[in-house]
């Protein structure tokens, strides 16, 4: 989809071919090392006519984190997040995870990468951190609702749950094998139940 | 320990102690970011004093990853590594990761940053992959010798595995509450019997 939508979208890019192009630049140079510059050199367009579309580096960045965020707290907003068994919250919210992580790999690599040198950064970290939150309270409800064990802290397994799902993003590869929906049913099958044949 | 040897070589700083404050700074602020010079104003010395006990930037980041990659071979050479049920064996390496990502926490920092710029880089790389692959070998040993469910993939639960392991250094504080020896506790029990309720 995103392909095609570049194809299409040549010489006359919209804000969205351009943020695609802007999001794989900044995670192969990095944020810093990349300039609207060289932006403007790989889509083939001048700088103004970047402008045209965004007014800064800056916004690129927020609109990519915002593409990763929104994803992330849409899954915490549906049906399946907010009924039921906080154990069956907890399994439909990291299957969700799964599937943003792999549907906006880009986005959520940059994400990841943030360390908060802007307000903007910062703005974007409080909310992953609020989602890593939301995350972490479903796994000490689902733990007081007697679903997860009690014998191991809540704190550090939702950090190693982290630890799983964001690792997606180092070696996930879309034309792999494993499709997403896969790939979150091992996650999930380790998590729950262990690797230990019963 | 590193305390005590950094101050008692000081202003005398031997290499291990120009490599402690070496390898803060290069996490701080990238190894490509850090010159000798900001080095040498850190740790009150002169350049040539510097090069006194390091020939360059290039052999400081040698032996910090070195340091790393040294402590999870360690692991491997081991008797529990060797000897043993293949799940044994597992358990033992995972336990003995943990223990080396905690005790040299900004050298494995370091090495997991490496994005293999250099030739040295690449042979860093090279070990650190190598112990990735003792690992998965092992997955798939305990998996075939019936201790661990066939059910899921063995290179997806690798990397799942090191997801939870290498988050370890974004998120340890050595003196946080939990002990390197709980938090492997916590990650085998997570790993192997998984968080639900038996």
Redesign the interface.
């Known amino acids: 989809m995103t392909e095609t939508a570049m194809r299409r979208g040549r010489p006359g890019y919209d804000q969205r071919g351009i943020l695609l192009v802007a999001v794989a630049a900044f995670n192969e140079y990095g944020y810093d090392a990349t300039s609207i510059g060289m932006l403007a050199e790989r889509l083939g367009l001048s700088k103004s006519a970047i402008y045209h579309h965004v007014a800064s580096k800056d916004d690129l960045l927020a609109l990519a984190l915002d593409e990763a965020l929104d994803g992330l707290e849409g899954v915490l907003a549906e049906s399946g997040a907010t009924t039921g068994s906080a ?1 069956d919250r907890l399994a439909f919210v990291l299957r969700g995870a799964v599937a943003v992580l792999t549907d906006k790999l880009p986005y959520v690599t940059l994400l990841l990468r943030v360390r908060g040198n802007t307000d903007m950064e910062r703005a974007a970290l409080a909310r992953r951190r609020a989602f890593d939150r939301a995350v972490a309270d479903l796994v000490v409800e ?1 733990r007081d609702e ?4 009690s ?3 809540a704190g ?2 939702s ?2 749950l ?7 993003v ?2 996930y590869r879309p034309d792999g094998p ?1 499709t997403p929906a ?2 979150a ?3 999930l ?10």
């Open positions: 154990a689902a007697g679903s997860l064990r014998d191991i802290d550090i397994v950090r190693l982290f630890g799983m799902i964001n690792s997606i180092e070696w494993e896969q790939l049913d091992d996650l099958a380790l998590a729950f139940d262990g690797l230990r044949t019963p």
